[in-house]
């Protein structure tokens, strides 16, 4: 704890003032982060809500501007350029990005995260959970209000995909009963009943506005432009390189990637062709019956290499990952749900996926199967599970300063994870099948080809269907499922370089400190320490485990 008047207290006034109008502005975060004083609440998204929670940002941001990081302890110095990217990041989102006003998916994502967040693991008793849901519930007329007061001209793609994950969030609400079944206040539960299909007239009478009103007017455009990625790029990863470097960068990869498959290839079977070869490693997968058990069993194995091959220290009380099917709510093919990194309560750690329906279609279907061989699911489980995202979000429990632990740099926490795939082939799959590193090799490139994708549609380089096609031939999937991505991903969000371009800056962060380090470089405790940090940006990790050695560049 600091000292009343010193400099470092003043700090953690700073940072405190920060996230509490952050979570009361936007409280669904703070649920899911494991802090449980704004659960009763949606936040506060009027325009001139919003317009206050921008002017109490910037003042908080002028203080932590006026602290010199270097008249600070070690640990308060790392955590003041953390906090100074984090507030610029919140104030480009609402001031400049403007999703508020352009984007109908940011209101239905705070009522969809928060009711989910109260329901999905057990912080509290069942009852305790229920009245916060109750009162989130009574909130959600006002934040659909807000939404039609705010917006103005978003992208047809953006309502047009509004316009179907709303139906999946009614689905949510009509199905939330069942969580309740076991509460026996009656009184409590009618309650719950009527705030409940209050919620569901509300999202039906939203889903009209988003078809018959907002739809026809949606005329704007998704395309950011190369100076905005940029200005994004910046305040959120603190990722300086020119976007035109980094695009070329990504082609110069992506012809080596496809060098390297077409090498390895030729071992595995000189005779074959790439088709056959592919064919023959995507056929090895087990019935779509047994996913759920298959998937237990290959996580088990994956989390036991870490310990054996003396990869990285796992706490053994790290609870196990659970698959479960995704949300009503939600798109994509997985995520990972690990509780916050304040959460010390609830345990619950789910890695949620994309279960087939009917309405997909027989080649959407077959093209999930196949991407679920048996070497693409080993990649699957480390990306998002061991040494990834669950091993990572549970590590941050240790961060010591706050907005440290609860900051979410996606090019460190998408680039661990696929530095870590890479790791777990080099260091022990590759041994057992060459396919593994041919899975690998094949993910790499995907990657690099959706970084690219999704930089060239907001340059305006590349139509969707333009984008589409060139995943589709890059990717080895069916022109629907890569024009889904396109337009469930990539069209938000023009920063899915941070898989690949975050991977090769953990990458050379490794290489620079085995520089460093010599024959004292270790693997493991290199992944040790690279845990203690969190979330936070790469940059802020380079220049603290590499101090004079960091050359600056990221990769």
Not at 228 to 236: G, P, T, V
Request: contains cysteine.
């Amino acid at each position: 704890m600091s000292e009343q008047g010193s400099i470092e207290a003043r700090y953690d006034r700073h940072s405190q003032e920060f996230f509490d109008t952050y979570y009361t502005y936007y409280s669904p975060h703070a649920t899911r982060q494991g802090l449980h004083q704004y659960d009763g609440m949606l936040g506060h998204y009027r325009r001139e809500e919003i317009d206050e929670t921008l002017q109490r940002m910037k003042t908080i941001q002028a203080g932590v501007a006026a602290i010199d990081p270097a008249s600070m302890d070690h640990q308060h110095a790392l955590d003041h350029p953390v906090l100074t990217t984090r507030i610029k990041r919140e104030i480009y989102w609402i001031e400049t990005w403007r999703f508020w006003e352009n984007n109908p998916l940011f209101y239905n994502d705070i009522i969809t995260e928060g009711v989910f967040n109260l329901v999905s693991r057990n912080f509290a008793p069942l009852e305790e959970r229920l009245k916060s849901v109750i009162s989130r519930e009574k909130d959600v007329p006002a934040v659909l209000c807000a939404a039609r007061e705010n917006l103005i001209n978003p992208p047809v793609e953006y309502t047009t995909q509004a316009v179907d994950q709303v139906q999946g969030t009614i689905r949510f609400f009509e199905k939330l009963p069942l969580t309740f079944k076991q509460v026996s206040d009656t009184g409590l539960l009618n309650e719950f009943m009527s705030a409940n299909l209050k919620v569901i007239d509300e999202l039906q009478r939203f889903l009209d506005y988003l078809q018959e009103d907002l739809l026809p007017r949606s005329k704007g455009n998704f395309a950011v432009g190369e100076a905005e990625i940029q200005k994004i790029i910046d305040a959120e990863e603190m990722i300086d390189v020119p976007v035109a470097d980094i695009l070329a960068r990504c082609y110069r990869d992506l012809e080596r990637a496809e060098a390297e498959i077409a090498a390895l290839e030729r071992e595995i079977d000189p005779n074959a062709t790439s088709a056959e070869i592919l064919r023959r490693m995507r056929a090895d997968h087990v019935d779509p019956g047994d996913l759920q058990d298959a998937m237990r069993e290959e996580l088990r194995r994956i989390r036991g290499y870490l310990t054996e091959y003396n990869l990285l220290t796992i706490p053994p009380e790290m609870p196990d990952v659970i698959v479960t099917p995704m949300p009503d709510y939600a798109s994509g093919g997985g995520m990972m749900l690990t509780p916050g990194p304040f959460e010390m309560v609830a345990e619950e750690s789910y890695l949620a996926l994309q279960i087939p329906t009917p309405s997909w279609g027989e080649q959407r279907i077959k093209g999930l199967w196949s991407d679920f061989n048996r070497y693409s699911m080993a990649l699957l489980m480390i990306h998002e599970c061991y040494p990834g995202h669950h091993t990572q979000f549970y590590l941050e429990k240790r961060v010591p300063m706050f907005a440290s632990r609860d900051h979410d740099s996606d090019s460190n926490s998408d680039g661990w994870a696929e530095y870590g795939k890479y790791m777990l082939v080099d260091q022990v799959l590759a041994a057992q099948s060459p396919f593994y590193r041919l899975a690998a090799l094949i993910s790499k490139r995907s990657y690099i080809a959706a970084a690219i994708a999704g930089m060239e549609i907001h340059t305006g380089a590349r139509t969707l269907q333009q984008a589409s096609d060139f995943l589709m031939e890059k990717q080895g999937r069916t022109r629907e499922n890569t024009y889904i991505w396109v337009l469930n991903r990539a069209v938000h969000y023009p920063t899915h370089l941070t898989y690949y371009i975050g991977s090769e800056m953990v990458r050379k962060l490794k290489e620079d400190y085995q520089k460093l380090k010599g024959e004292a470089f270790n693997l493991k405790e290199f992944n040790d320490r690279f845990m203690t940090y969190g979330l936070i940006p790469i940059k802020v990790i380079r220049q603290d485990m590499l101090g004079a050695a960091d050359d600056g560049m990221l990769f």
